[in-house]
């Protein structure tokens, strides 16, 4: 395959048009054109549409988009909403930051074609409080929109027709949490941001007790773009089964990190390699996160031939999740990455499901522990036993968000930890604790094939 | 998320009458009408008191129940779960080093305990004078420009301890 760094892969979502944030140069680009052409079309239609394109979604879950438009009921009898999803917390995630600088119109055309299909008039843009100038320049984009009678009241002037839709950007303040969809809309409605349960789904009972579709900000920024080039060109693009582009974030340790726009499902390692610089030095890979960090870890032996997009890591043993790449070289300290990222997990559990409450200060200490060098190998069993009881405990993943990093990477890097630990009985201090359990049941951990 | 390092310090309270502005509480009332139920202006209320008194007293958010017309412990518990508020005086730039993964690879972690010494202070202290705290945060979306720090609501994406020295020393 040729250097990926020399091939014209089409820019849909962020094409190199200077300025585009502007309402005008959008406008002068062909902008709002798209939401013109769907008040021609049957909502019904459109949501057709976007099934047959194979949009799946993009904050983690890759959910078909057209199929949970559809779950939306149908009717106007109470009133129904959109919440679009720029929590992005997601440590090795910062994709959609680059649509709210770069072009925030296409997010606006998109929630306006997507409320026009599933007859919503309200939607909530969620921003993560810490994108204080994201928030100001998604807002400023909102009341250019509002200010030129393309949404508000006024847009029935404008477009025609009887539809219009109220966009109200909201700030967030500082929790991970918050980007889980149920969580988000309890942050939303003023509560503390505890997820609800599940079902009711959201499309069902949602934001205010009503029928409510959450989309990441990418997935909706797909949506201009489908109605464009037709479902049908647009799920010739990249990965059969996970077609389109995908904004990539890559960080770590390459040369050249940022975002970058590629048809999905291209090779990982020629993306690291030939988009992203490569590693400083030269240096070899020691390990990958490939799609943000609550994703399982692939070791550098295990990346030749991964593709990005869904069903190529799923097959590789990972998955997408966000497209966040994180990439580490040959001289990191993986027990010291893990106590790191594990006390993300345990700083942001909101608290409610005591296993991931309790597991994840249960991980951040024996990690802790590992990471000093005052740790026995059977605090690595310990680990994996505790994630073990965290996954599919919780009412959200943020459960399986810790338990997954924590068993993968121990798992499938158990040299790096094994190097730190030492036996029992040259411990400092005996584990009383952990001796006692010892005593009555220890898992088996179970080697990967 | 508790806060721990709040609990060990004794209370503080924001000297002087603590009320909104007729103009403010006209913005109060607008930030309601923007949503189905009003209850969800709080999330905005509180950021407009955090930017008015700089941070959110027991006063404060007495005081935010007050106008949102919300018993005082449900402000509170909302107030308490989010990071950015904050619950006690931070300093007048508020540094934040971002010490997460992506960060901590390319050397986030030597910033953070740079500032830290250079200041003699911790996780969520500020400096005696007021000038200065520090916040070791979490992920702020800047992977692809780490080490990043945050001054206030400011972003520096591929920072160098010499920069962030010179920045700083600018500052203060």
């Known amino acids: 395959m040729p250097n990926l760094s020399e091939q014209n892969f089409p820019k849909l979502i962020l094409p190199d048009i200077p300025n585009l944030h502007k309402l005008d140069v959008y406008l002068a680009n062909g902008g709002y054109q798209m939401y013109r052409k769907a008040l021609t079309m049957q909502p019904n239609d459109i949501i057709e549409e976007m099934k047959r394109s194979g949009l799946r979604g993009r904050g983690g879950a890759c959910f078909p988009t057209g199929l949970k438009w559809s779950f939306m009921p149908k009717g106007n009898d109470k009133p129904k909403y959109l919440a ?17 600088e770069f072009n925030p119109h296409l997010l606006i055309e998109g929630i306006l074609i997507a409320g026009y299909a599933m007859g919503i008039k309200t939607a909530f843009i969620y921003i993560r409080g810490e994108y204080h100038k994201w928030v100001r320049l998604t807002e400023e984009a909102v009341q250019a929109a509002y200010d030129a009678g393309l949404i508000g009241p006024r847009m029935k002037e404008t477009f025609g027709g009887d539809y219009s839709m109220d966009i109200v950007v909201h700030k967030g303040a500082g929790a991970y949490i918050c980007g889980e969809e149920s969580s988000l809309m309890n942050s939303l409605e003023g509560d503390r941001p505890y997820p609800r349960v599940k079902p009711p789904f959201p499309a069902q009972v949602g934001l205010w007790g009503m029928p409510t579709t959450i989309n990441n900000v990418e997935t909706i920024a797909n949506v201009p773009v489908i109605l464009r080039m037709g479902a049908e060109a647009y799920s010739k693009i990249g ?15 390459v040369n050249k990190p940022g975002v970058y726009e590629v048809p999905s499902g291209l090779p990982l390692l020629d993306i690291i390699n030939d988009l992203a610089g490569g590693v400083p030095g030269g240096k070899q890979i020691k390990a990958v996160i490939p799609g943000g960090s609550s994703m399982p870890i692939l070791r550098g032996d295990q990346l030749e031939g991964v593709m990005m997009d869904a069903e190529g890591l799923k097959a590789a043993g990972s998955a997408i999740g966000t497209g966040g790449i994180m990439v580490m070289d040959e001289d990191t300290d993986i027990p010291h990455m893990l106590r790191r990222l594990i006390h993300f997990y345990h700083h942001e559990s909101c608290g409610q499901c005591t296993p991931c409450r309790e597991g994840c200060g249960w991980l951040e200490k024996v990690l802790t522990r590992v990471d000093e060098g005052h740790a026995s190998s059977s605090d690595l069993d ?10 599919g405990n919780t009412i959200c993943a ?14 499938r890097l158990r040299e790096e930890f094994e190097a730190k630990v030492k036996p029992d009985a040259a411990l400092p201090v005996a584990n009383v604790v952990h001796a006692l359990r010892e005593s009555s049941y220890r898992p088996a951990v179970v080697a990967e094939s | 998320m508790i806060d721990s390092s709040a609990a060990a310090e004794p209370l503080q309270e924001i000297e ?18 923007l949503y189905p139920s009003s209850k969800s202006a709080i999330m905005p209320v509180l950021w407009m008191a955090q930017k008015k008194w700089g941070w959110l007293s027991v006063g404060v958010m007495k005081h935010v129940a007050q106008v949102m017309n919300l018993p005082y412990a449900h402000v509170y518990g909302v107030a308490s779960f989010y990071t950015m508020y904050f619950k006690k005086p931070m300093g007048q730039y508020h540094v934040q080093v971002c010490t997460n993964v992506s960060c901590m690879l390319r050397g986030g972690e030597a910033v953070y305990q740079h500032v830290a010494q250079k200041y003699g202070i911790g996780h969520n202290q500020r400096t ?22 945050a001054i206030n609501e400011d972003y520096y994406e591929n920072i160098t301890i010499e920069a962030l020295d010179r920045m700083l020393d600018d500052l203060g």
């Open chain 1, 239 to 253: 990965a059969e089964k996970h077609p389109g582009t995908l904004l990539l974030g890559i960080s770590g340790h």
């Open chain 1, 398 to 411: 943020l459960g399986e968000a810790a338990a997954w990093p924590t068993r993968f990477t121990i798992t």
């Open chain 2, 16 to 33: 002087g009458p603590i009320e909104f502005s007729p103009e403010e509480l006209a913005k109060v009332e607008q930030l309601k009408g």
């Open chain 1, 382 to 391: 310990l680990l994996v036993d505790i994630a073990n009881n965290i996954e």
């Open chain 2, 128 to 149: 005696a004078d007021g000038k200065f705290s520090l916040e070791e945060v979490e992920c702020m979306g800047a992977c692809g420009g780490a080490p990043m720090v």
């Open chain 1, 84 to 100: 679009i999803n720029g929590d992005e917390s997601e440590p090795g995630s910062f994709k959609d930051r680059a649509i709210f």
